[in-house]
């Protein structure tokens, strides 16, 4: 069994699974995609699902790569706007060294669509914050500690992300996650 410090903050930030099920390169930036992202949630008047999510992975992957793709969601980030649209959360992606190759996280095939991504062998007692304040920098805190290891697992701090169906993996080995 792992631990971490009481005071840790990865807690506070909520992964889920989600899926691609539209997207349309950004009419303003052709660096950016708008993905609607299914969480398998309840829509809500400030949070719909799909969500939309703006990402910059167009110089990266085709759009017909990315549709109906698994993917990890930063989930409770607050909304913020990209170019005129509003992102309403962050898929995690892990980047070469030099910064020229992007792949996504990849949760298990099995993993339910909503599902929370646990650090495995960790027993969550915090709650995630609704929506995390940006002043307080709480994912940036966590994503220095994010990456994958030599196998390819995503892992916080060295202990894996998981998910009931198994670990979240990516195509890069070695690689910081953001």
Not at 39 to 45: C, Y
Not at 89 to 96: K, V
């Amino acid at each position: 069994m792992h631990t971490l410090a009481e005071q840790d903050v990865i807690h506070r930030v909520d992964l889920r699974v989600g899926q691609i099920v539209d997207i349309a390169p950004h009419a303003e930036a052709s660096h950016l995609y708008i993905e609607q992202v299914d969480l398998n949630a309840e829509s809500t008047e400030t949070m719909p699902n799909p969500r939309t999510i703006v990402s910059g992975l167009a110089p990266y992957m085709t759009m017909d790569t990315l549709l109906h793709k698994k993917v990890v969601v930063v989930s409770n980030l607050k909304p913020s706007k990209f170019r005129g649209v509003l992102s309403q959360g962050m898929l995690l992606a892990a980047a070469s060294e030099d910064g020229k190759t992007v792949r996504l996280l990849s949760p298990p095939q099995e993993s339910q669509l909503g599902e929370r991504i646990k650090l495995e062998g960790i027993d969550w007692q915090g709650t995630v914050d609704p929506v995390l304040k940006p002043k307080q920098k709480v994912f940036e805190q966590v994503a220095q500690y994010l990456k994958t290891d030599q196998e390819g697992k995503a892992s916080y701090k060295g202990i894996a992300l998981t998910t009931s169906a198994g670990p979240v993996v990516c195509d890069l080995k070695d690689a910081q996650i953001s």
